[in-house]
């Protein structure tokens, strides 16, 4: 077990809506990373949160928004939702940033139908 | 741009045997990071090993060894011993960023089957 929580395990829903992923960090890790894994993109990292304030932002479409909330658990909203959103998505966190191993949850799978 | 390429779509092996698996990177920074990562089937990523770019021993973690070599820009994962829990895909990635923020980029992965 990572430490890393993060709900739910599934989504299903419909094209054009809007869902929200969320992730508890484990205990004391201030980093807060999302990255998305599909079949065709393979594992991309999507944004980094560090103490609430965003540190680095990767391949995140402007549909998709983030943040981290002061008892440092992170949201992703992902909104007008495609076809191709579907994947997993995963959280992970670490103590700073940077030079140490990230820790991952267990994933999020969305499905949009 | 920095990269990641992992050329072993599927590797094979029986039980007891060792395993390497490649991975070479781009990347003109002088400071990196290096990690392997483990995706059963079930979908969790299991964190292996790590290596940093200035450490001067190959790094080791039970069974797992990075053989590292700087100059060929590469960083291969031996698994010693295979079990069948080791089937499995396996990620190398490398940091990019620095103390501010930072991301791991990621290969395309290698699955790996172990039978008996």
């Known amino acids: 077990d990572s430490g890393v929580t993060q709900t739910p395990k599934h989504l299903i829903t419909a094209t054009g809506q809007r869902v929200t992923l969320r992730c508890s960090p484990r205990?004391?890790?201030?980093?807060v990373y999302w990255y998305q894994q599909s079949l065709d993109q393979g594992l991309q990292f999507l944004i980094q949160y560090y103490n609430g304030e965003e540190r680095a932002k990767g391949n995140i479409l402007e549909r998709f928004s983030a943040q981290q909330f002061p008892d440092l658990h992170s949201e992703l909203n992902l909104s007008s939702l495609e076809l191709g959103d579907s994947a997993l998505y995963f959280c992970?966190?670490?103590?700073?940033?940077?030079?140490?191993?990230?820790?991952f949850g267990n994933g999020t799978r969305l499905t949009v139908t | 741009a920095q990269k990641i390429t992992q050329t072993q779509p599927g590797m094979f092996v029986q039980e007891k045997e060792a395993v390497t698996l490649d991975c070479t990177y781009d990347t003109s920074d002088q400071s990196y990071g290096l990690f392997w990562y483990k995706q059963p089937s079930s979908g969790e990523m299991i964190f292996l090993i790590y290596q940093g770019s200035y450490d001067e021993q190959n790094a080791t973690e039970g069974r797992y060894s990075l053989n590292f070599q700087k100059a060929r820009k590469s960083a291969n994962l031996v698994i010693s011993a295979s079990q069948l829990g080791d089937s499995a895909m396996y990620f190398c990635?490398?940091?990019?960023?620095?103390?501010?923020?930072?991301?791991?980029?990621f290969g395309k992965g290698t699955t790996l089957s172990v039978s008996s």
């Open positions: 990635a490398m940091e990019r960023g620095n103390q501010a923020g930072t991301a791991l980029i």
């Open positions: 205990s004391g890790d201030l980093s």
């Open positions: 992970a966190s670490s103590l700073h940033t940077g030079g140490r191993p990230l820790h």
